[in-house]
Every structure is written in C-alpha cells, then in structure tokens.
C-alpha cells in the first residue's frame, strides 16, 4: 500500500487560491501517477489533475485549465495543486490518489478505478 498525506484544504473567497499538497512515500515517488479527484455533495468524483511523476507529463480537467497547477516538488516527495482564482462551482472534498501503474497517467480522462491509492480528503470551500 502507498499512504497518501494531504494538506492545504480550507475556505476561501472567489478569486482567492488554495495550495494543496499530497506527499508521496519516498520509494515510489520517482516513477507514480499522481492525481486530484473532487466531489461535491450529491455529484460525481472527478479528476481534475494528474501528473505522471517521472516525465512530469500533466493532465488537466478542462474546466481548471488556465487556473489550477499541477506540479512536482522533488525534495519533499510532493505533488503540488495551485489552485488560483477558484470559483464556487470549484467547492468539495479533494482527494490524492495515486497509482503505480503507467497506462493510469495515458487515458484522455482521469479513471477513478484505475488510482489504487486514495487519501483520506481534504475539504475546500469557495464562497461567493
């Protein structure tokens, strides 16, 4: 099993950004595929962003492009979600999920099925 630790959640205004962070276990870190999946009450979880950690290579749902970054911090075995002008709509539990097998981090969308690690969620709250 891979542990995820999350942070960065919290309330915020329209506008406003949050950073997020999921820690990765040094042992895997090098070659994972990495992602950010919400959910809001009564909706479906989605993928929002993904990075494959050994290329850096990304994925974006289309409604965060422009906004949100996924990116890696390699000292600290952490993958990194900044989240800038949020909105409303961007309101949920976030989750990091991850997944040792590569063909996760190569599909036109994020597979929630195919992420055999989850973290325990992180709540962001956008107010208007």
């Known amino acids: 099993q891979v542990q995820l630790v999350e942070s960065g959640g919290g309330s915020v205004q329209a506008g406003e950004s949050l950073r997020l962070s999921c820690t990765i276990p040094?042992?895997?870190?090098?070659?994972?595929?990495v992602g950010w999946f919400r959910q809001a009450p009564g909706k479906e979880r989605e993928g929002v962003a993904r990075?494959?950690?050994?290329?850096?290579?990304?994925y974006y749902l289309d409604s965060v492009k422009g906004r949100f970054t996924i990116s890696l911090d390699n000292a600290s075995n952490t993958v990194v979600l900044q989240m800038n002008s949020l909105k409303p709509e961007d309101s949920g539990q976030y989750y990091c999920?991850?997944?040792?097998?590569?063909?996760?981090?190569?599909?036109?969308?994020?597979?929630?099925?195919?992420?055999?690690?989850w973290g325990q969620g992180t709540q962001v709250t956008v107010s208007s």
């Open positions: 999920a991850a997944d040792r097998a590569t063909v996760t981090c190569m599909y036109s969308g994020m597979v929630p099925q195919y992420f055999d690690y």
């Open positions: 040094e042992n895997t870190y090098s070659r994972i595929c």
């Open positions: 990075i494959w950690t050994q290329s850096g290579s990304t």
